[in-house]
């Protein structure tokens, strides 16, 4: 449908209601939506901005990175903090439930419900760079590899993911880890303010100044209103060495967990790390932040993990953040030249607003304004869509991974085809940022020492195995781990409480924020921190 098509059909579609007198209750509700969305956006552009069930890209615009089913009533696509407020009167006043979407990431697709209007900020995504380069403030629905690129500019970063995807509102309401943390905390912590639009419409200020409650609610606690823009520390990072190893026998995964457990969390804090689990192979990742190979090697050298039959060891150094950083796209192994780093950074971080959008897979896609932060380098390619059935677990430090757990966790995985595509995540946590105790809503920075997550695929040949495996993996490794999770990779079969597994001893205190911001329960999901004591938590 084109856009004249789609501006008259907005414009007159409640007339049409109007003079029908079999109109149900839902009929006009859904009449008053279409007609205070289309009159919340402003400028000649406004009707582009409006996706529904009707049109022939509401698949895609409906979906995030994860396929699954949930249809909302509308998706607007804002492109400012004031439409975003009166989107959020007009859900309010016809009784429909806002979803707001920065980067769509959700496991469950839970950034777009059914039945609800979704708000999107994807194009909220502006950077503007402080004078002295210390902080920049930027949109609430910049991606990540966006954010990147623009400080490039600047010879800056922001310690944060490597996915390049992931919108900044979502990523910082869950903490946000990445592979810096183990020396500079939770990316959380390098937010200095928050702009939000709250459950009323109006917009308020959240800093250690101002809200200072909402501030560490927003932090790791979840969702409170919609941030719409956020101020952040950026920093220089230096040079950097990088190792992989890789272990391409199956009956070495548990000497190389093993291992890797009793070295990686505690080494220096530098030294951010990672092993990757497949159910034939293991692979390891690790940046020494500021560096030499000299260090690096020494370091591996001490691990034991090079003595490991068929291990393959690849030390380079000199390596700029953002090749580090490409390290996690897992296709070098090596650091390079910077003028040849560039682009293939840039091949996957120079994302534009709907990264996900690939023709090849879902046709035809929504399109509007966009342009990548950097003219430079063409457009990153999509972001591929897939669809996962995924555990996630801290692994305490005062509750080590026993051999035992540990063999059984290596063993279990190990029996499932290669097809079922089986991949694991040990990261090292163990944070020894100086950030004091409980400064922000993340529950777990303190006692993480690292954190476990396995997925298998959920739409390949043999998904129904994959489900009950992962059903049995879970009762195995829940009394074994423990409940603590990770609330960025949300799990609605999780076996334990969710709120409790999320926000640990933070509970009480975040359905009082919720009490006092949101008391209606405007902005939720099946998982989301609710105005009440939920069933299952004592306050």
């Excluded at 406004?46 to 996706?51: G, H, L, Q």
């Excluded at 804002?78 to 006043?93: D, F, H, K, N």
């Excluded at 897992?330 to 120079?350: K, V």
């Excluded at 303190?446 to 695929?457: I, K, N, P, S, T």
Aim: proline share 6%; hydrophobic share 40%.
């Amino acid at each position: 449908m084109n856009t004249s098509a789609r501006s008259f059909l907005l414009a007159c579609f409640s007339l049409v209601i109007v003079a029908s007198v079999q109109a149900s209750p839902a009929e006009t509700n859904s009449t008053r939506l279409r007609a205070c969305v289309q009159s919340a956006l402003s400028g000649q552009n406004s009707s582009s901005r409006i996706v529904g069930p009707w049109d022939d890209y509401y698949t895609d615009a409906r979906l995030g990175p994860i396929e699954r089913d949930q249809f909302p009533s509308l998706i607007a696509y804002a492109t400012s903090e004031a439409e975003v407020a009166s989107l959020v009167r007009c859900g309010r006043s016809t009784g429909v439930q806002v979803v707001p979407r920065s980067g769509g990431h959700s496991f469950e697709a839970w950034s777009a419900l059914n039945n609800s209007l979704v708000i999107d900020l994807a194009h909220i995504d502006y950077v503007n760079v402080a004078s002295d380069l210390s902080t920049a403030t930027v949109g609430g629905g910049l991606r990540l590899g966006a954010l990147y690129t623009a400080l490039d500019a600047y010879n800056r970063t922001f310690p944060g993911g490597i996915c390049p995807g992931v919108g900044m509102g979502g990523y910082l309401g869950v903490g946000g880890y990445s592979m810096n943390m183990r020396k500079m905390g939770m990316a959380v912590e390098s937010v200095t303010a928050a702009k939000l639009v709250m459950a009323d419409g109006t917009v308020v200020t959240a800093s250690a100044t101002s809200n200072t409650d909402l501030f560490w609610g927003i932090r790791g606690g979840g969702q409170f209103g919609i941030v719409t823009e956020i101020t952040v520390k950026i920093l220089q990072l230096p040079r950097s060495a990088m190792v992989t190893i890789s272990f391409p026998n199956k009956t070495t995964r548990y000497d190389v967990a093993r291992k890797y457990l009793d070295w990686g969390p505690k080494t220096v804090p530098e030294f951010g790390s990672q092993i990757n689990i497949y159910s034939n192979r293991t692979y390891l990742v690790g940046w020494l932040l500021g560096g030499s190979t000299q260090q690096l090697q020494a370091m591996v050298n001490s691990s034991g993990l090079a003595d490991i039959p068929g291990a393959v060891v690849k030390v380079s150094g000199d390596c700029s953040t953002d090749n580090s950083r490409y390290f996690w796209i897992y296709t070098i192994d090596s650091c390079m030249p910077d003028d040849q780093a560039e682009p293939l950074f840039a091949s996957w971080y120079n994302v534009v607003p709907e990264a996900f959008s690939d023709p090849k897979s879902i046709s035809p896609v929504f399109q509007f304004n966009e342009v990548p932060k950097s003219n430079k380098y063409p457009r990153a390619q999509p972001w591929p869509r897939n669809n996962i059935i995924n555990k996630t677990y801290f692994i305490s430090k005062a509750k080590p991974v026993s051999d035992e757990t540990l063999q059984g966790l290596i063993e279990q995985s190990g029996a499932l085809p290669d097809e079922a595509g089986f991949w694991a995540e040990l990261t090292s946590f163990n944070i020894t940022s100086p950030n004091p105790t409980n400064s922000s809503a993340f529950a777990w920075e303190q006692d993480a020492y690292a954190l476990f997550r396995a997925e298998v695929g959920a739409d390949v040949a043999g998904s129904t195995q994959n489900q009950a495996f992962m059903n049995t993996y879970d009762n195995f490794l829940l009394p074994r781990l423990g409940s603590a999770s990770y609330a960025g990779y949300v799990d609605a079969s999780l076996a334990s409480n969710p709120y409790s597994a999320y926000y640990g001893s933070n509970v009480c205190n975040l359905v009082n924020l919720k009490k006092q911001w949101d008391p209606d329960n405007l902005f939720t999901n099946p998982q989301q921190i609710p105005p009440y004591v939920p069933e299952g938590i004592q306050c």
